[in-house]
T-cell receptor
Framework: KAGVTQTPRYLIKTRGQQVTLSCSPISGHRSVSWYQQTPGQGLQFLFEYFSETQRNKGNFPGRFSGRQFSNSRSEMNVSTLELGDSALYLC?????????????FGPGTRLTVL | DQQVKQNSPSLSVQEGRISILNCDYTNSMFDYFLWYKKYPAEGPTFLISISSIKDKNEDGRFTVFLNKSAKHLSLHIVPSQPGDSAVYFCAGDDKIIFGKGTRLHILP
């Protein structure tokens, strides 16, 4: 079974631009969560989607948004990029998103904002 | 407000000895905890979990202990192996709350 895939793996943008990251979950998984990882803050939850609906949202500004498609693939968008948005963005999928459900993470997209 | 804290950013342990990684939490409503392991350039992988109704869960070389009164959990790795060198994250409740991670170095 193929794992979680994320594209692109690396991205360089400049301040003020916007970016879209993509995540394809494991086949059959309906929950997709997004996390931001930075050296200072560790892993921080952005949002979770289940059946095309945002089910949970972390404490991030409205510049960070996401969506999920009917095939469970998900995208996240960051508008008006800031230097502090440079981070590793991870997505994780699980069958139902229940707390006891194992999450499987993708390799991440490394975003650098110049 | 950090609800899950891993106070040791790094830890070095001799190969073959026991590695103990610690995690403290503040939210007594958490009812499920997980540990993840992360290698560079890879996403975290699930390692072991524990429900709040238990105080210990074991899986091979990995054991997680939960002390609810102290709001503390720990991950024990025995014996430590070179492949255990990684960053370890603990997470609480619905996996939304992660600690900042502890980098474990296994020394030859």
């Amino acid at each position: 079974k193929a794992g979680v895939t994320q594209t692109p793996r690396y991205l360089i943008k400049t301040r003020g631009q916007q970016v879209t990251l993509s995540c394809s979950p494991i086949s059959g998984h309906r929950s997709v969560s997004w996390y931001q990882q930075t050296p200072g803050q560790g892993l921080q939850f952005l949002f979770e989607y289940f059946s095309e609906t945002q089910r949970n949202k972390g404490n991030f500004p409205g510049r960070f948004s996401g969506r999920q498609f009917s095939n469970s693939r998900s995208e996240m968008n960051v508008s008006t990029l800031e230097l502090g948005d440079s981070a590793l963005y991870l997505c994780a999928s699980s069958l139902s998103g229940d707390s006891t459900d194992t999450q499987y993470f993708g390799p991440g997209t490394r975003l650098t904002v110049l | 407000d950090q609800q899950v804290k891993q106070n040791s950013p790094s830890l070095s342990v001799q190969e073959g000895r026991i590695s103990i990684l610690n995690c403290d939490y503040t939210n007594s409503m958490f009812d499920y905890f997980l540990w993840y392991k992360k290698y560079p350039a890879e996403g975290p992988t699930f390692l072991i979990s524990i429900s709040s109704i238990k105080d210990k869960n074991e899986d091979g070389r990995f054991t997680v202990f939960l002390n609810k009164s102290a709001k503390h959990l720990s991950l024990h790795i025995v014996p430590s192996q070179p492949g255990d060198s990684a960053v370890y994250f603990c997470a609480g409740d619905d996996k939304i709350i992660f600690g900042k991670g502890t980098r474990l170095h296994i020394l030859p």
